[in-house]
């Protein structure tokens, strides 16, 4: 591209010199001369100094590469900087041509090149060597391990065993590949990490607008209220840290409702530190104001509420007029007064009557956001998201500049070149009669499942996934994963060590961020993007010139990437095609052969992404190459209210309308191509829904099952939860009224803005800035309990303790203590990641466990010296392992909030000492399944699961069918 | 927008850290540990976290900290080669490749902001990445702020955000009262991030998400005690600091001390003619011995470097504002005056020593005081910015050299022992009393104030009361005769050494 330029020859990056030579400038956050990056003309060969040897002019040469960072979910740009001369990557810098990120990036963005050169990470296959959770590998051929997977897994389908197959993947980074892949096998096995993580956060939402998650407008917004703390966590850290400072500086309030002093919290103009599981309580109170002062949108509410199905369904001897609803509405709210939300919440009613001007101030510039935080820790927290969204229907500040639009709007999934199938049978280990409203799989739940119903797992993946850590009761975990009869092959496809990976049967090496294919789309504000990641090398290599045969060429080690692994292990279950699986991992270009990378990815950006293919046609590039060149592509911006879109008269040909205005069509449906899940009412009569009749207009509406916000959701009143029907207060399993005097609620959730869960104990200078997680607790606490900072206290839960130290702070509320998860990474022998983990002993015996550190992170000696300099020996405690399982009733999702009891240590305690016993544990279990209403009793049309929510893989109408026999345990 | 037609030559860079837009992610921290292949225990930037105020009125202030580049850049005064120099645009900079590791520039920052790269031995800290911005690239850490919390700009461009806000918003710098001239503006920073004495130290080793480093050179952030903050404020965050100079320092204080002591000793012995101009003791052993305590000297500064390999840049690149340079000098040329001193003994030329002791005594009492100078450019050292400490390190010249000498003449020339016990008596007693003042005295600063709690409190205290204590040993050198030498120069050592590490002991950023 720069032949004009020559190779080879240092220019200046400043704007005068760039623009002189045609090329881009990129202006950074100085507004000055200075670029914040290279011109992108020039990013095949630019001419750096080295900051080393300054301030003697060192020169190297670089070819800058683009991909996506790999550690939370907000996947941002990354432009690696691969060195000319020796071919490795020197850094990761932003991407600015990436629209969601910018050019901008947190911690993890730069740390990203330590995940790469940690000298502990896992290069080549490996199988067990003793048995499971002896720590003993030996190193396998890709060959020897894709056989043996391969060969089982198609037994398992051949022998009608499909479902025993299951994929459990943590957060995903992509869009939807390895769902496909499971398809086309015919498995229902897809497992995710969603029902501990944003089920709660996720209903709420989906229970408005179908839609399950929101994409706030913060950046335009007048008034932000979080219920979460996204200026340090992820879904979307930096992207939505990025536009809510923007929107402070140009005189947004912001509110932050969080019982802890989050750094968003810091940042707010209202901080609301409410008593946990109150949220929603509080919540309500400003709904109540908004109502009772008439400062709602009443146009917005008359026109998108399903006020009228609310008032046929349950108050049918009133006038169906708005009037009416209106008055409905006042007596619904009418408890839930300031005086009634401080009480609840603890927080002045001065304070939220102040609050509550700010937001009915804000109007249709009213942006939200909560995710996992208080819909994540409590019974019933799914209502949390459900009252926080009401706020925004009030205003009218829906898909609106500054509101909140619906996510699938703001997020764009190309159309793949195979669309397999959905799975034909339903799995009842994911999704079990007893959660017939489910967010997601229940996938926490897995031990207690396989053990009570005696199932089994033939092959079972677990993707950058570590439930053995992650997961509440993780040794419940360490007894499936170690059970024969319960788990027959395990592979753990990870970048680097787990405690989960210590009890696989193989471990396969995945790449991390500058090493694998994916491509994504995320919410980050009114906008429609996509971002690939890829591996780094491969791309410079190529377009030096050279053929790579697959991701391993160019990786460390053997280090592999999914796609490919998937593609080729397809192959092997299916050599023939018999199975009729082959087919969705063919070439079309040259039908028989195996699809390459390169097809799968020019197939997408050929076909599937308006505007891509012309944009890389003005520069000389296929599709393709202008993806490998720049990372990411804007489809659109300002997408707009698409509910307010009118259907074309085309799609309207033999349409009806129901009660509620719902319009189906029978026109065939229009393949666009974004293929964005979505969620979809039943066909009625063979036509499906197509929009809703909006005064004499037939528009888009929102995919629910009455097309319009569902203010009242039919769903839950038709599946035994009448009395949860429209947005209420669920009193959470930690309010004050369920705490015995001595005890206090545990926060355990929080995030730390340098660290991602499981992801980032292998980044170094991540682990030298935050490596422990003491336990916060208030002064007033702290003197009660005879406890300072530093001291060793015992927290004891439902099922067991664990030893902590204590951190007195005036950032949390008497009476809760706080526990960031991050931490606590251990591993059984030197086998592992050494930089953040401390080597424990696990010991057994009736199911009482115990856990003691044997020894902690120390510095070590390895090919990287900055491992003789780590100079922190603490790596925290892993709570998650004294938590049994509290599963919502209604969204699945798991309540991690914990009433415990706070005590000294006492004698014989050690720091990091973990007691827990899973006997127990099943216990509670056994009594948070009592709370649910089963599909088998309670379904109103004999199905597992309202057809019209959301499902990863969804089967065809007929598997949703409940058996004939009741099931066993319902 | 355009640079202006009239441009001066050079720009004059300036960052503004916006603390009112900062999330505390350490974005900054990593990018710069990424752009500058910093290893792990140091860093050349942070965001220190301080938890202000009490439920619910509370917040986490955060302060990104790090080189302030000063216009008076007072490590480039106390740099003796060059090797940290202020370039024409105002960033301060550093050549590795003539760093001779003797740390005056850590011991002068204000700021803590420069350390030793454990891979090169050579100091190093922020430069804006003057790498880049020559190449016409903003800094690291500006290109990676999520919330465009730090901006690079020139002060000379009245068009550049950093001089709108410089000059027309309420922006602050660290430690103004040092005469530094910072040229890192804080907009809607806390006070309590600022002053590193305002926020208190956490007990038990920790902070909110990590452990405070340990280890003996380890300087504890944050007050241990009363912080100056009134507003509740305790510290969540901070990083490793390290005292730049070790035990190394305090002993080469008392060789020092010794050589210049001796000669000076001597010469006045003399002058009272208690001793004959032609008394070996004068005529050789007193300048042979101080010249083997210079040898001394010279050693343990040497082996303080960290590239002692490249000790003689101190002589052949001096950068004679350093008082490091300057001292080599006096050092150097005050062993060629004992040299010439020995000469002229052993030539029969003892005459006319007469006339060149003025000018030997002068570099011995040069060699004596100038460290008092040292240690006044250690700006960052409140406690060392004592006028009394020249003639405090002149009395402890006299105590250390009676003390030798008195060893030496007891062989030598018996009859000069009492004049001596009674020289060490009297220096011993100039020595109590400049010490009694520096500890009873108030302090103008809370620095000082902290340091001398340092000193006499549990970390040094047990150094400091034993050079105390045997000092008033040393002062009944008359009637306890040789033994009070000992007890003298023990003494010295302990004092020194709790004064020298009591000034590095408080937290400066």
């Known amino acids: ?129 003793g048995g499971r959770g002896e720590d003993r590998w030996t190193r396998v051929s890709w060959d020897e391990a894709l056989d043996d997977i391969a060969a089982r897994i198609r037994r398992a389908i051949v022998e009608e065993r499909e479902n025993q197959v299951m994929y459990h993947v943590g957060r995903p980074g992509e869009d939807g590949f390895t769902e496909r892949v499971l398809a086309a096998w015919g498995v229902d096995g897809h497992n995710s990490h969603t029902n501990i993580c944003s089920s709660g956060g996720r209903f709420g939402y989906a229970a408005w607008m179908g839609f399950d998650r929101p994409s706030p407008d913060h950046a335009n917004a007048r008034a932000i209220l979080l219920v979460s703390s996204h200026l340090e966590a992820g879904h979307y850290f930096n992207p939505h840290a990025q536009r809510v400072i923007e929107a402070k500086a140009n005189g947004a309030k912001l509110i932050v409702i969080d019982t802890r002093l989050s750094n968003t919290a810091t940042h707010a103009d209202y901080w609301l530190p409410s008593v946990p599981g109150s949220e929603a309580a509080l919540l309500l109170s400003i709904a109540r104001h908004l109502i009772e002062t008439g400062r709602y949108d009443r146009e917005f509410v008359r026109r998108w509420w399903n006020w009228e199905e609310y008032l ?169 994963l170690t059970d024969p009869q319960r788990i027959g092959l395990h592979v753990a496809l990870t970048p680097t ?364 000696e390895s090919s990287d010296p900055d491992t003789q300099r780590i100079w922190w020996n603490d790596v925290g405690v892993h709570q998650n392992l004294t938590f049994p399982v509290h599963p919502d009733p209604i969204s699945g999702m798991h309540c991690w909030h914990q009433a415990v009891k706070v005590t000294k240590a006492e004698e014989g305690d050690v720091y990091g000492d973990i007691h827990v016993d899973t006997a127990s544990a099943r216990e509670v279990y056994r009594r948070w399944l009592s709370l649910t209403r089963s599909a088998s009793a309670h379904s109103p049309d004999g199905t597992r699961r309202p057809y019209w929510m959301l499902r990863p893989l969804k089967p065809p109408a007929d598997a949703f069918r409940l058996p004939q026999e009741p099931a066993e345990h319902a | 927008m355009q640079p202006a037609e009239n441009e001066p030559a050079h720009p004059l860079w300036a960052k503004v850290i916006d603390q009112s837009r900062c999330i505390g992610c350490h974005a900054c921290t990593t990018a710069c540990k990424s752009e500058n292949d910093v290893p792990l225990s140091v860093t050349r930037t942070y965001v220190k976290a301080v938890e202000v105020g009490t439920f619910p009125q509370a917040r986490r202030a955060f302060g990104v900290t790090r080189c302030n580049q000063c216009s008076d850049a007072p490590c480039t005064t106390a740099c003796p080669t060059g090797a940290m120099f202020r370039r024409p645009d105002g960033i301060v900079d550093f050549d590795k490749s003539i760093c001779i590791g003797c740390k005056a520039c850590m011991a002068a920052c204000p700021y803590d902001a420069i350390f030793i790269n454990p891979d090169d031995h050579s100091a190093e800290k922020c430069n804006f990445c003057a790498h880049r911005i020559d190449a016409g690239l903003e800094p690291a850490c500006v290109v990676v702020c999520p919330v465009e919390a730090l901006m690079v700009g020139d002060l000379n461009d009245p068009a550049s955000r950093v001089a709108q806000i410089v000059n027309r918003e309420p922006v602050t710098v660290r430690r103004p009262e040092k005469e530094t001239r910072p040229k890192v503006f804080y907009k809607g920073a806390h006070q309590a991030t600022l002053d590193p004495l305002a926020a208190r130290r956490p007990e038990g080793g920790l902070y909110a998400w990590s452990t405070q480093p340990g280890g003996k050179a380890q300087v504890g952030s944050g007050h241990p005690g009363r912080p100056s903050s009134s507003a509740a404020a305790l510290l969540a965050y901070d990083v490793s600091h390290k005292a730049p100079w070790d035990w190394r320092v305090s002993l080469y204080t008392l060789t020092k001390g010794v050589a210049s002591g001796l000669y000076l000793a001597a010469y006045a012995l003399c002058i009272a003619g208690t001793l004959s101009w032609s008394d070996p003791l004068w005529l050789y052993a007193a300048p042979a011995c101080a010249l083997l305590f210079l040898a001394i000297t010279g050693a343990i500064l040497i082996s303080d470097l960290e590239h002692p390999e490249r000790f003689y840049l101190l002589l052949t690149r001096p950068q004679m504002r350093s008082w490091l340079a300057r001292g080599a000098f006096i050092i150097a040329f005050y062993g060629a005056a004992l040299a010439v001193h020995l000469a002229a003994g052993f030539t029969g030329l003892g005459i006319f020593l007469h006339a060149f002791a003025p000018l030997a005594g002068a570099l011995a009492i040069a060699t004596a005081v100038y460290t008092g100078y040292l240690f006044a450019q250690a700006k960052a050292r409140d406690l060392w910015q004592s006028p009394m400490l020249v003639p405090h390190l002149l009395a402890q010249s006299f105590m250390a050299g009676s003390a030798v000498l008195a060893l030496l003449a007891l062989w030598l020339a ?91 002991a408080v937290p400066l950023a």
Not at chain 1, 53 to 72: I, K
Not at chain 2, 468 to 482: D, E, Q, R
């Open chain 1, 312 to 480: 046929r369904e349950e108050h049918p001897q009133r006038e169906r007029s708005f009037e009416v609803f209106e008055e409905t509405l006042r007596e619904i709210y009418a408890p839930y007064t300031f005086e009634f939300a401080a009480q609840e919440s603890g927080i002045p009613s001065a304070t939220l009557a102040e609050v509550a001007g700010v937001v009915a101030a804000a109007g249709t510039r009213f942006s939200t956001h909560t995710w996992r935080s208080a819909a994540a820790g409590n019974l019933g927290g799914w209502q949390v998201s459900r009252c926080l969204f009401l706020l925004n229907a009030l205003l009218g500040a829906v898909a609106t500049e500054g509101g909140v639009y619906p996510n699938a709007w703001n997020k764009f999934v190309p159309r793949p070149i195979y669309e397999p199938p959905h799975p034909k049978r339903w799995n009842e280990m994911t999704w079990p009669q007893e959660y017939p409203l489910a967010m997601n799989e229940m996938s926490f739940l897995l031990p207690h499942l396989l053990e009570e119903r005696g199932g089994s797992l033939d092959v079972y993946f677990t993707r950058v996934y570590n439930p053995v850590w992650t997961n509440p009761n993780g040794f419940a975990w360490i007894e499936m």
């Open chain 1, 1 to 129: 591209m720069n032949g004009s330029h020559g190779r080879n020859e240092r220019v200046s990056a400043a704007r005068r010199e760039v623009e002189a030579r045609g090329e881009t400038f990129y202006p950074g956050a100085s507004r000055i001369h200075l670029a914040a990056f290279p011109p992108k003309e020039r990013w095949d060969d630019w001419v750096e100094l080295d900051s080393r040897s300054w301030p003697e002019r060192r020169e190297h040469r670089y070819m800058l590469v683009p991909t996506t960072c790999f550690n939370c979910e907000s996947a941002c740009g990354l432009l690696a900087y691969v060195d000319r001369d020796t071919l490795g990557v020197r850094k990761f810098e932003g991407n600015p041509e990436h629209p969601g990120s910018r050019g901008r990036n947190c911690a993890k963005g730069p740390a990203t090149i330590n995940q790469v050169t940690d000298p502990d990470r896992i290069l080549y296959p490996l199988k067990r060597a």
């Open chain 2, 414 to 504: 018996p009859a000069a022992v009492p004049s001596l016990l009674w020289m060490l008596a009297a220096s011993s007693c100039a020595h109590l009393i400049f010490a009694g003042a520096e500890a009873t005295l108030v302090h103008p600063t809370a620095h000082a104030h902290l340091a001398l709690q340092e000193m006499y409190g549990k970390r040094f205290g047990p150094y400091a009361w034993a050079g105390v204590v045997l000092s008033a040993v040393a002062l009944a050198a008359p009637w306890i005769g040789i033994a009070a030498s000992a007890a003298a120069l023990i003494a010295l050592f302990c004092y020194e050494h709790a004064y020298v590490q009591a000034g590095q």
């Open chain 1, 497 to 860: 060590w787990s405690e989960t990976a210590f009890f696989a049967d193989y471990v396969l090496p995945m790449g991390l961020a500058s090493e694998r294919h994916d491509v994504h789309s995320y919410e980050t504000h009114d906008a429609q993007w996509i971002g690939f990641r890829q591996p780094v090398l491969r791309a410079a290599r190529e377009r030096l010139g050279e053929k790579i045969r697959d991701t391993r060429d160019v990786n460390p080690g053997e280090v592999w990437e999914e796609n490919e692994f998937w593609i080729e292990l397809s192959w092997r279950i299916d050599p023939d095609g018999s199975l009729g699986i082959r087919k969705f991992f063919e070439s079309k270009n040259e039908p028989g052969t195996k699809l390459g990378i390169d097809e799968y990815y020019a197939h997408i950006f050929d076909h599937s992404v308006p505007g891509l293919p012309e944009r890389a046609a003005a520069q000389g590039l296929t599709p393709l190459q202008y993806m490998r060149r720049y990372g990411a592509f804007e489809i659109g911006r300002k997408i707009g209210a698409l509910h307010e879109d009118a259907v074309a008269p085309s799609e309207l040909e033999d349409a009806t309308t129901d009660e509620n205005g719902r319009v189906y069509t029978g026109a065939p449906p229009v393949r666009g191509p974004n293929a964005v899940p979505q969620p979809s009412p039943r066909a009625q009569d063979g036509r499906r829904a197509v929009g809703v009749a909006i005064g004499d207009r037939v528009v888009r509406g929102f995919p629910t099952p009455s097309g319009r916000l569902e203010f009242y959701s039919k769903t839950l009143a038709q599946w035994g939860w009448r009395k949860y029907a429209v947005p209420a207060y669920i009193e959470s399993h930690v309010h004050p009224n369920h705490l015995d005097e001595d005890e206090m609620v545990l926060i355990s959730t929080f995030r730390l803005p340098t660290q991602i869960h499981t992801r980032s104990a292998n980044a170094k200078w991540l682990d030298e800035i935050a490596h422990t997680n003491p336990l916060w607790l208030h002064p007033r606490d702290a003197e009660r309990l005879h406890a300072a900072t530093g001291d060793l206290l015992r927290v004891t839960t439902e099922t067991g303790y664990f030893v902590v130290r204590a951190w007195v702070t005036e950032g949390i509320r008497p009476g809760v203590v706080a526990c960031s998860h991050h931490m606590g990474r251990w591993r059984l022998s030197d086998t592992g990641q050494r930089q953040l983990s401390a080597t424990v002993r696990v010991r057994s015996q009736d199911r009482r466990w115990t856990m003691e550190r044997t020894s902690t992170v120390r510095a070590y």
